[in-house]
């Protein structure tokens, strides 16, 4: 049965959610993009009548405003914190629509210094049983320039003039770039896109680019992260990590955090772990999924996201903290919350429930909000409530 919440609802659970119903069908990489266009044209077009139009009612459906959601941290207005996780929209193509599909925030990329294809295609998976994914895309973007262009065509403003339309960007090493100048890599692209970010995000965690998992060593982060701290006018720094560093590889990382005043962790990227799904072929490659290069996201990586965000905030209650990974509902949302986590992101989740999740989400959190009788979403990072029917 279609529930009734609204036109794009049941527009995406009549024409997607049957295709995601099973592993095989219309490729996932192939839908992705085909929406990622649509969305594009949209962005790029949004004073044409009819699009505005449309919008305006997406607006309408999808948007959440409420004073309880909003926070300042590090100095930026997040009018509530649902963001979209890094990697739906890689080259900022359609930059300008996130906040009408009602998240607070969007981080664009990864973006990389020199453009890039990515891995050999196919290299994005459904999982659709247990609603989650496997990619090894490898940083498929058109660079730090383009992105730059990109921006301008939408005409998304600087990060200081813009309202509600808080952009966070990833960085990334490029494939070509040896470890050992992945400083001077990171660099150039940031140099490039600090204008527009709102916050820059550190990816030393992606699965899907050689050795740049390597970069989490805590002498190589310094290094890094000490001369991404000299940068003029450098916005605030996030750091994002994997689901599969030891308890004690992620205390070092906290630390660090510390002592360099960094300004927070996003908490994880996609997992190497196959996190006890059942084994099954791909049918596009004819191999097993345990032989499949990538990283898994969506429900599975639930669990492991969220005790990395508990022990996070356990270790130290004042490092900002961006919860992602397997966020699939209000109930999962609320949990990482009360884990630690000021703001979460999702894309799996939202890609298998449909944009109705982001409003599903922030009603769930002013209803959790009253049931506690909180007045703001801030007293309920790390507080360990129970979600309350
Ligand atoms: C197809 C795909 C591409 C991704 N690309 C990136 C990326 O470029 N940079 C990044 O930091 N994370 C990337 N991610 C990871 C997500 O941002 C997120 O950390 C991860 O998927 C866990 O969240 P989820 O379970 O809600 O999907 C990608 C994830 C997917 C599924």
Redesign the pocket.
Same mark, same amino acid.
């Given at each position: 049965m279609i529930e009734q919440k609204g036109m794009f609802n049941n527009i995406y659970k009549n024409l997607v959610t049957p295709i995601l119903k099973k592993d095989a069908g219309i490729d996932a990489e192939y839908l992705?993009n085909f929406s990622l266009s649509l969305l594009t044209f949209s962005s790029n077009n949004r004073n044409w009548p009819l699009i505005s139009r449309i919008i305006n009612n997406l607006n309408k459906e999808l948007c959440v405003v409420d004073r309880r959601l909003h926070q300042k941290i590090c100095g930026i207005d997040f009018s509530n914190p649902v963001g979209l996780?890094?990697?739906?929209d890689?080259n900022g193509n359609a930059a300008n629509i996130w906040s009408d599909f009602g998240f607070g925030f969007a981080e664009i990329? =990864?973006v990389t210094k020199f453009p890039q294809a990515g891995n050999a295609k196919p290299r994005?998976f459904r999982l659709a049983k247990e609603e989650a994914?496997l990619?090894r895309?490898g940083?498929n973007n058109n660079g730090a320039e383009n992105l730059v262009k990109n921006f301008l065509k939408q005409g998304v403003g600087l990060s200081k003039n813009r309202k509600n339309n808080c952009l966070g960007i990833?960085f990334?090493k490029s494939k070509i770039t040896s470890l050992s100048m992945a400083t001077e890599d990171y660099l150039t692209s940031l140099k490039l896109l600090i204008p527009y970010c709102n916050y820059a995000?550190i990816?030393v965690?992606?699965p899907n680019t050689e050795g740049l998992r390597k970069l989490q060593d805590p002498i190589l982060l310094k290094e890094l992260l000490r001369e991404v701290k000299k940068l003029d006018n450098c916005p605030p720094i996030f750091v994002?990590i994997a689901p599969d560093l030891s308890y004690k590889d992620i205390e070092d990382i906290c630390q660090l955090i510390i002592d360099e005043n960094i300004d927070g962790i996003i908490a =994880?990227? =996609?997992s190497l772990d196959r996190l006890g799904l059942e084994q099954r072929k791909i049918q596009q490659t004819g191999l097993l999924l345990n032989e499949e290069n990538g990283?898994l996201?969506?429900r599975p990586?639930q669990l492991k996201?969220n005790e990395i965000i508990r022990h996070i905030h356990n270790i130290n209650n004042n490092i900002n903290l961006i919860g992602?990974?397997?966020?699939d509902s209000p109930e999962s949302a609320w949990e990482r919350i009360c884990s630690g986590a000021s703001l979460i992101?999702?894309? =799996?989740?939202?890609i298998y429930k449909g944009p109705q999740l982001v409003p599903d989400i922030l009603n769930g959190i002013i209803k959790q909000l009253n049931n506690h009788q909180l007045s703001n979403i801030k007293e309920a990072i790390g507080s360990n409530l129970e979600w309350i029917e």
């Open positions: 992705t996780a890094a990697g739906f890689k990329g =990864t994005l994914a990619n895309m940083f990833n990334g995000a990816n965690s992606s994002k =994880t990227n =996609t990283g996201s969506g990586l996201a992602v990974g397997g966020i992101q999702i894309y =799996t989740g939202w």
